[in-house]
């Protein structure tokens, strides 16, 4: 049991290290060297697991007949379902069932974290290897910045340089160290030996330094969202963070600027033009949608109707934001489930930072995760993130461990 424990958690230490530092894609000698192909060894030691290991399968039968007794669970089974058969309706049906194999592949995943790997300090090391790949994504990216490594975005008579560090976009960027930054800062709080209580703030200083690098107007809107959320839920004293926010747009022009450009109208204008798309197809199949990624693939037949809409730029993409993708695409059970895993997300953190009171460590971590979880909701509005694999597969793992942590204490509780 331990061991087997040890391998699948050795197994998501090294998908998540090659999932932040290597290319999507990346190939050597024709060998494929990247967190993809890593994910797709994992679920077939699984399933090889499950069939020439007896506990692995008796783990496996008991997780399938648990598994849909909790009302996460039940929107994520809503969800891979509604996926699959969308497959049958989609005009490209390859690209429906590559979404939809890819998707399942992270709920493979979750699963195997929930039921397979049952040792409080394997979850609290899956947590510290996150926080400290996090750490090592940020000093990357601040060494681009600092080598004008990254992309010139020109804004009026203004350029700034955008930086992706290994995450090939700047606003996956941005939106991974949204998703990390909350659970430093509550760390930073909760720490008492002085030792670890540096490194906290050294890596919410990272962290926020990758927003500001990233030059994403998504990162902004869930910092600040998050913020809000900090304020309001745990301590009044988070507001004066919104001053040196303030002080920071007047003291760095790049900061500046892309606050002020979440409300500029031009600046948003391209992805109105892809949300009106969306609405047009909503409005053609508001029941079962257009199939799993067809967006792109009915795309041109929309703009063709009015092209006024059109924006060449983003053909063949999704429409910059997770609900109306998942209406167009999946109809009334897409945004069922969709909105049931992000509300869901948010209340399982909320319960793993209760239940681990006596744990400063990981009742921190949740409390942050928590925070980032509601900026990560807020974000999907002007951004579609399930679809960039470098950031939705730590929404995945984080939300793994916290219900695994979960089904942990239960067990505590039932053995007394």
């Known amino acids: 049991m331990k061991n087997r424990n040890s391998l699948f958690c050795y197994l998501i230490v090294m998908y998540m290290l ?99 790997i049952n040792n409080l300090k394997l979850f609290q090391k899956l947590i510290k290897v996150y926080l400290l790949l996090s750490s090592l994504v940020g000093i990357i990216g601040i060494f681009d910045f600092i080598s004008g490594i990254g992309t010139i975005q020109k804004n009026g008579l203004t350029s700034e340089l955008r930086v992706a560090s290994t995450l090939e976009n700047s606003n996956n960027l941005g939106a991974f160290f949204v998703f990390a930054i909350f659970p430093m800062i509550i760390l930073l709080f909760k720490e008492k030996i002085k030792f670890n209580k540096l490194l906290y703030l050294i890596g919410t200083i990272i962290c926020f330094l990758n927003i500001v690098f990233s030059g994403s107007r998504n990162a902004w809107v869930g910092l600040i969202v998050g913020i809000f959320i900090l304020t309001i839920s745990y301590s009044i004293k988070f507001i004066s963070v919104f001053g040196v926010l303030g002080v920071l747009a007047f003291v760095i022009p790049q900061v500046g600027n892309r606050i002020r450009q979440i409300f500029d109208a031009s600046q948003n204008e391209s992805r109105v033009r892809l949300w009106k798309i969306a609405l047009l197809m909503i409005k053609d199949k508001p029941v079962l949608g257009v199939g799993s990624g067809n967006y792109r693939a009915m795309y041109d037949t929309y703009q063709a109707k009015v092209p006024e809409m059109g924006y060449g730029a983003y053909d063949k993409f999704h429409p910059h934001n997770v609900y109306l993708k998942s209406q167009c695409e999946l109809g009334i059970l897409g945004s069922v489930s969709i909105i049931g895993i992000i509300i869901s997300s948010i209340l399982k953190s909320k319960k793993v930072s209760k239940i681990y009171k006596e744990n400063n460590f990981i009742s921190g971590f949740y409390e942050g995760a928590y925070v980032s979880f509601s900026a990560f909701a807020f974000m999907n509005f002007i951004d579609n993130f399930f679809s960039a694999p470098k950031v939705i597969a730590f929404f995945w793992i984080v939300l793994g461990i916290g219900q695994a942590l979960i089904k942990y204490r239960k067990r505590e509780y039932e053995e007394i």
Do not use: C, H, M, T
């Open 18 to 116: 090659l999932l932040v530092l290597f290319q999507s894609k990346y190939v050597f000698k024709g060998i494929p060297i990247n967190g993809d192909a890593v994910l797709g060894i994992i679920i077939v030691i699984y399933l090889i697991s499950i069939l020439i290991n007896k506990n692995v399968r008796s783990n496996f039968i008991y997780g399938i007949r648990d598994f849909f007794k909790d009302y996460l669970n039940i929107f994520i089974s809503l969800w891979i379902l509604i996926l699959f058969v969308s497959i049958s309706y989609a005009k490209d049906k390859g690209l429906a069932a590559g979404e939809s194999v890819r998707f399942l592949s992270y709920v493979v995943l979750y699963f195997i974290i929930v039921y397979e």
